[in-house]
């Protein structure tokens, strides 16, 4: 069983921990999707990897005020930048959001949820987490967004070879 991550308000603790480009990247409050874009020079795309029915974790109901258990239409894609997977990311949708409005998140196919939520939506709070693996620092970020005025919870883990293309080019979100 994987152990519930530790997530810490953005505002606080990271900010001092956080180093550029990183910090940059991780703390960016607009458009993911349009700021890959740009470091990718258009050359972006989104890999589906699931999407479907399913079960959120517990910690993933409890950001959203589920019932546990009740299932949800969970989303994970890549987002890949010049050839290379640059964030991985995970959306929670629970099934009263995907009514009236937010219908069309069911059927986003290989569009960016961004691309909705950035013309319509808003964004919470949002909550970081490190992570070792394999000696290298993860960063992922949790933001829990209202589309329709109904909630929907977004992670997002950055990857080292997005902040090498980011330090490589001198881009910042």
């Given at each position: 069983?994987?152990?519930?991550?530790?997530?810490?308000?953005?505002?606080?603790?990271?900010?001092?921990?956080?180093?550029?480009?990183?910090?940059?990247?991780?703390?960016?409050?607009?458009?993911?999707?349009?700021?890959?874009?740009?470091?990718?020079?258009?050359?972006?795309?989104?890999?589906?990897?699931?999407?479907?029915?399913?079960?959120?974790?517990?910690?993933?109901?409890?950001t959203l005020r589920m019932p546990p258990g009740q299932?949800?239409?969970?989303?994970?894609?890549?987002?890949?930048?010049?050839?290379?997977?640059?964030?991985?990311?995970?959306?929670?949708i629970p099934v009263h959001t995907l009514s009236g409005?937010?219908?069309?998140?069911?059927?986003?196919?290989?569009?960016?949820?961004?691309?909705?939520?950035?013309?319509?939506?808003?964004?919470?709070?949002?909550?970081?987490?490190?992570?070792?693996?394999?000696?290298?620092?993860?960063?992922?970020?949790?933001?829990?967004?209202?589309?329709?005025?109904?909630?929907?919870?977004?992670?997002?883990?950055?990857?080292?070879?997005?902040?090498?293309?980011?330090?490589?080019?001198?881009?910042k979100p």
């Open positions: 069983m994987t152990p519930t991550p530790h997530w810490l308000p953005a505002r606080r603790y990271w900010q001092a921990h956080l180093i550029s480009p990183e910090k940059d990247w991780v703390l960016s409050r607009g458009s993911l999707t349009a700021y890959l874009i740009n470091l990718s020079q258009h050359h972006f795309k989104v890999q589906v990897l699931h999407q479907g029915w399913q079960r959120p974790t517990l910690d993933e109901c409890l299932r949800a239409w969970i989303r994970e894609v890549a987002l890949v930048g010049q050839g290379q997977v640059w964030v991985r990311a995970r959306s929670i409005k937010g219908r069309r998140l069911r059927f986003l196919g290989s569009r960016s949820l961004g691309s909705l939520l950035f013309n319509g939506g808003k964004r919470g709070d949002m909550l970081i987490h490190r992570q070792l693996d394999q000696g290298q620092v993860r960063w992922t970020r949790r933001s829990c967004f209202y589309y329709g005025g109904q909630p929907l919870l977004v992670q997002e883990q950055f990857l080292p070879a997005l902040f090498a293309a980011a330090s490589q080019q001198q881009v």
